[in-house]
Every structure is written in structure tokens, then in C-alpha cells.
Nanobody
């Protein structure tokens, strides 16, 4: 059973920074891609960023230039560095691991970590 454990959330002032970590129970090489999603109160879950096994990255327009996703294969960990945080970044952030197959995908999720941006 795959386990993803997030950490690093918290309360930060606007303009501040946080780094989220997602530790996987197994090798992250086994996943086609890993990423971060978030769900703000009253909104649907949305993709924040993902990184493929080959190292390609993709970001939501709202976080481009402020957030950076990286992976440490030796530690089986994916990170999300969040800079210049805004109140609208407030959400529960979820780590995701995905494998793509013909016709479907299989997703694994962490339990989520709260990020609150407020003065």
C-alpha cells in the first residue's frame, strides 16, 4: 500500500514562504508523476504543480514564478517551495502520486496539510 505523508504547512504572513514535503513509502521512481493539489474553502480541488519521472514540470498559472516543485529520488520525497504567498493560496494542500495506464490512471493521495496565509 502506497503511503504519502505531507508536512510543512502552517500559518504565514502574505509575502512569506513555506516549503511542503511529501514523503512516499516506496520509490517515487515507480510513479509516472507526482504533484501537489489544493482545495480552498468552498472551491474544487485544483492542480498546483506536478513533476514527471523524467523531471518535467507543470504549474497552475496562478502559481507560476512563485512556486517550485522538485524531487529528491534518494529520499523518495517531493517538495513544493512556495514563495511570495498570497491570501488566496490558503488551502489544504494534498500530495498526489499517479500512474498512467491505457485508458485510466491510478492516483494515490496524502492526508493533506493546511496552509494559511494571513496577516
Amino acid at each position: 500500500q502506497v503511503q504519502l505523508v505531507e508536512s510543512g504547512g502552517g500559518l504565514v504572513q502574505p509575502g512569506g514562504s513555506l516549503r511542503l514535503s511529501c514523503a512516499a513509502s516506496g520509490s517515487i521512481f515507480s510513479f509516472d508523476r507526482m504533484g501537489w493539489y489544493r482545495r480552498a474553502p468552498g472551491k474544487q480541488r485544483e492542480l498546483v504543480a506536478h513533476i514527471t519521472s523524467g523531471g518535467s514540470t507543470n504549474y497552475a498559472d496562478s502559481v507560476k514564478g512563485r512556486f517550485t516543485i522538485t524531487r529528491d529520488n534518494a529520499k523518495n520525497t517531493v517538495y513544493l517551495q512556495m514563495n511570495s504567498l498570497k491570501p488566496e493560496d490558503t488551502a489544504v494542500y494534498y500530495c498526489n502520486a499517479r500512474n498512467d495506464y491505457i485508458g485510466y490512471s491510478r492516483d494515490y493521495w496524502g492526508q493533506g496539510t493546511q496552509v494559511t496565509v494571513s496577516s
